[in-house]
Antibody, heavy 126, light 111 residues
Framework: EVQLLESGGGLVQPGGSLRLSCAGSGFTFSSYAMSWVRQAPGKGLEWVSDISGSGGSTYYADSVRGRFTISRDNSKNTLYLQMNSLRAEDTAVYYC???????????????????WGRGTLVTVSS | QSALTQPAYVSGSPGQSITISCTGASSDIGSYNFVSWYQQHPGKAPTLLIYDVSNRPSGVSNRFSGSKSGNTASLTISGLQTEDEADYYCGSYTGSITLVVFGGGTKLTVL
């Protein structure tokens, strides 16, 4: 079965750290770029970060750049999000999502997300 | 990069058609045909409904259709059914280091 399964969420104090994991199965994990997308309680979707299939390129939303680090271990079919200096506004359900990208000779375009995990809740509170 | 603009609420009766708009900028929707739509039922993860403006993934009903004009994309649901009641989000590639932007979401109520 093609699926993504996140883990690692929980309650953390402001300023603390947390590492999320996302295990992929049923597809060739290393062939696909992956993203983290979050959703604060009662709010909309917010793209957080992206990593290429090889792990060689990464992108971040302005709201998390410098605090979060995305990585992947293709030998374990697993995506990670290291979150440091957490703030109350980082409280959200974090989803990992498989990307569909189109690449030309010079650029790649993140077109859409065709597979989502169930999400893991991160609560930042004292 | 600002979020795309969607109406907060839309409603319709069973069997009717509704359209949800998604307004962006010349730098995102206006520049790329990488607009996608997602459906999210309460407590569930989003699922892909439409990709590349107007394409449906396998398994998605042909009652769902997408289009784009200028900086605005639209999702139309025809023959509304009660199970269509959900939140709908649009998304677009931006061409900037903030790769993707989503709309604020539209809650569809089927009366």
């Amino acid at each position: 079965e093609v699926q993504l399964l996140e883990s690692g969420g929980g309650l953390v104090q402001p300023g603390g750290s947390l590492r999320l994991s996302c295990a992929g199965s049923g597809f060739t994990f290393s062939s696909y770029a992956m993203s983290w997308v979050r959703q604060a309680p009662g709010k909309g979707l917010e793209w957080v970060s992206d990593i290429s299939g090889s792990g060689g390129s990464t992108y971040y939303a302005d709201s998390v750049r410098g605090r979060f680090t995305i990585s992947r271990d293709n030998s374990k079919n697993t995506l990670y999000l290291q979150m440091n200096s957490l703030r109350a506004e980082d409280t959200a359900v974090y989803y990992c999502a498989k990307e569909s990208r189109y690449c030309s000779s010079t650029s790649c375009y993140t077109a859409y997300f065709d597979l989502w995990g169930r999400g893991t809740l991160v609560t930042v509170s004292s | 990069q600002s979020a795309l603009t969607q109406p907060a609420y839309v409603s319709g009766s069973p069997g009717q058609s509704i359209t949800i708009s998604c307004t962006g900028a010349s730098s995102d929707i206006g520049s790329y045909n990488f607009v996608s739509w997602y459906q999210q039922h309460p407590g569930k993860a989003p699922t892909l409904l439409i990709y590349d403006v107007s394409n449906r993934p396998s398994g998605v009903s042909n009652r769902f259709s997408g289009s784009k004009s200028g900086n605005t994309a639209s999702l139309t649901i025809s023959g509304l059914q009660t199970e269509d009641e959900a939140d709908y989000y649009c998304g677009s590639y931006t061409g900037s280091i903030t790769l993707v932007v989503f709309g604020g979401g539209t809650k569809l109520t089927v009366l």
